[in-house]
């Protein structure tokens, strides 16, 4: 078995499994088909979302706009979940939020169910790709964020030679000798 990782975008990507004795041009059009359903169920997702927002697509013959303030149309009733579209593609009339809820949950349901795979193909006579780094850019900027500040406080750490703190009361090593002398005189014994 082999385990291809198809990388096109950081969220776009997924692992393939496909048996080692296959043909190239098999596991390809294999590769091609998971592809366009991950690409139809990202489609689905979208589409989903303006579903629970807006409602359904208006029909294409409807060209009727009664949102407009110059329209001499009467106006139709709306729902308690009217939302208008701002494309003016949906009808507005959104479902309650308990099944948009629902619709989005099947959605996000679905999407887990495609596998993730990242693979590189390169044409024969090329070398082989790159390497993925380890981690992310985002995350590497971070790293080096973090590194240069603990840099620049290790040197002015090392740089102040500020003897200041001496001068405190809790630097002083005779201050508990002073505190039981100074007690000594307020102390009376029976």
């Known amino acids: 078995m082999v385990l291809l990782h198809i990388k096109q975008k950081d969220d776009r990507q997924f692992l393939f499994e496909a048996p080692a004795k296959d043909c190239v041009d098999t596991v390809i059009r294999d590769l091609v088909l998971v592809n366009n359903l991950q690409l139809r169920i990202l489609g689905l997702k979208e589409e989903s979302k303006r579903l629970a927002l807006y409602g359904p697509s208006k029909h294409p013959d409807d060209d009727e706009d009664s949102d407009d303030e110059g329209s001499k149309k009467i106006q139709k009733y709306r729902g308690p979940h009217y939302n208008k579209d701002p ?8 479902c309650d939020p308990e099944t948009s809820k629902q619709i989005t949950k099947t959605v996000e349901d679905a999407i887990a169910l495609v596998s ?6 390169r044409a024969q006579g090329q070398s082989c790709p790159e390497r993925e780094p380890p981690i992310d850019a985002d995350t590497h900027k971070a790293m080096m964020a ?12 090392a740089e102040d030679e500020d003897d200041a ?17 100074g007690m000594a005189c307020n102390m009376q014994f029976k």
């Open 165 to 181: 703190y001496m001068n405190a009361q809790w630097a002083n090593p005779k201050s508990l000798k002073s505190q039981l002398h």
């Open 146 to 157: 973090h590194y240069f500040k603990q840099q620049e406080q290790l040197k002015r750490m």
């Open 116 to 121: 993730k795979i990242v693979a590189k193909l």
């Open 87 to 94: 494309h003016c593609r949906r009808t507005g009339e959104a």
